[in-house]
């Protein structure tokens, strides 16, 4: 998208408004505000459909599908995603595509005024988040969409998302991440995701760890809501590893859907693509589902930053993996999908993640490992990183190299050094800011 330099300066300075604003990473658990901006705003989250996900790992990628199959569909689609990778017009996407910053700005002239009088009405401001989302919500309200598609940020109870009357609730995979706020057991933090299960509404679970799955289902049963469960009602019935991603045949709720090409590789995408199917077969209602169109929605499918092959010959992988439940993710489907003779890891990770965690699941499939840090001020720095390194893998094979940049210029430079015939993989992991800024420094490194 081509975007005029006026336009660019203006979609700059709301992103310094945005930013000024309390920060994402701090959060005052209650949605208290957000629903006293949207009441005001008059409740643009209620004048459209929507399917709410959440849970720990794979919500952006499912989000994405979910997305795609509604607009193979015919319909038109706002999808609300977070965080983002290069540019927080992804966060905010319609039709499949960031939101036009014409768009953008208009809907963000709509709500500044509200936002400076919200902030004025509570304790705290309204935070970066919580305009994010009402941004969005406004904006997919002006389009207008047909169906939004709403990714939960944090939680879900509290979450600002959660001001949404969803038609479909869907709960990805849940572990354990952002334990000061949702608890340290698996049992607090469902009860905390459980929170956007509405009252009558309809529930995809995606396969759970027993003590989550109780909870969900205990919530569930209290408000009434219908509940689908992957490996019970729905599975993905076949996958085949296939050139560019994998072939899927997918057990639905009302069919079974085969010959369905994802472009996406690991197992945990077909189990994502099952539970994103179900929502769009529970969001339809009780009929099956047009086999082309979900051919089409799923081959369209792109998810960038989740093992996101970004160049060949050096390889170079990219994934937002940042809790070790990502981590082993990764690290079964570059054991299983690609013939890597060595792999090399950038890896750079926030201070208030589990880098312990992360590092041992990469250590059986990772031979050295480069530990960096990107420029976010939530980054652990690259000496403690080395530390930790050190203790999983040992001295020989971990590298620091504090600049992120000159860490990937390394990783390919080694992985290209003559009078090899060893095949050499890189991935660059560890947050979602490290692969962000690594995908916008690589492709322009590689374009040249």
């Not at 045949?249 to 090409?261: A, R």
Request: proline content about 4%.
């Amino acid at each position: 998208m081509i975007i005029s330099p006026d336009d660019q300066e203006r979609v700059d300075a709301i992103e310094q408004a945005l930013l000024a604003r309390w920060p994402e990473v701090r959060i005052d658990p209650t949605t208290e505000r957000i629903a006293a901006l949207v009441d005001i705003l008059g409740s643009p989250q209620l004048t459209y459909p929507t399917i709410h996900v959440g849970g720990t790992n794979g919500k952006t990628t499912t989000t994405r599908m979910i997305d795609s199959l509604l607009f193979a569909h015919g319909l038109r689609t706002g999808r609300f995603t977070s965080p983002h990778l290069e540019t927080y017009r992804e966060r905010i996407s319609i039709n499949g595509e960031p939101i036009d910053p014409k768009d953008l700005i208009f809907a963000y002239n709509d709500i500044a005024a509200y936002l400076d009088l919200m902030d004025e009405k509570f304790e705290h401001p309204i935070s970066f988040f919580e305009a994010i989302t009402a941004l969005g919500f406004v904006a997919f309200a002006e389009h207008p969409v047909d169906v939004g598609v709403i990714e939960v940020g944090m939680g879900g109870q509290w979450d600002a998302t959660n001001v949404v009357d969803a038609d479909v609730s869907v709960i990805m995979p849940i572990g354990f991440d952002h334990m000061e706020y949702l608890g340290n057991t698996l049992h607090e933090i469902a009860s905390t995701k459980a929170g956007i299960i509405k009252e009558g509404g309809f529930v995809v679970l995606a396969q759970q760890e027993p003590e989550a799955a109780k909870e969900l289902i205990r919530k569930a049963a209290e408000v009434g809501a219908d509940v689908v469960r992957e490996g019970v009602e729905y599975s993905v019935a076949s996958r085949a590893i296939a050139v560019g991603g994998q072939l899927l045949t997918i057990q639905g709720l009302h069919d079974t859907y085969d010959e369905i090409f994802l472009p996406l590789h690991g197992k945990h995408q077909a189990a994502n693509a099952a539970s994103a199917l179900v929502a769009v077969e529970a969001f339809f209602g009780d009929q099956p589902l047009d086999i082309e169109a979900v051919r089409a929605g799923f081959a369209a499918v792109t998810s960038p930053g989740r093992c996101e092959v970004v160049h060949r010959d050096p390889t170079v992988i990219l994934d937002a993996a940042h809790n070790p439940h990502g981590a082993k993710a990764l690290a079964q489907t570059l054991k299983s999908e690609f013939n890597f003779d060595e792999i090399v890891a950038v890896v750079g990770v926030f201070g208030d993640k589990d880098a312990l965690g992360i590092l041992q699941e990469l250590e059986p499939i990772v031979d050295h490992v480069i530990v960096t840090q990107s420029s976010s001020s939530r980054a652990m720095s690259s000496s403690d990183l080395e530390k930790l390194a050190t203790s999983v893998f040992g001295n020989d094979r971990v590298f620091e190299v504090k600049d992120l940049h000159t860490a990937l210029d390394r990783a390919v430079g080694d992985a290209t050094r003559p009078l090899s015939e060893d095949t050499v993989g890189i991935i660059v992991t560890g947050s979602v800011v490290t692969v962000g800024e690594a995908r916008t420094y690589l492709r322009k490194k590689f374009a040249k």
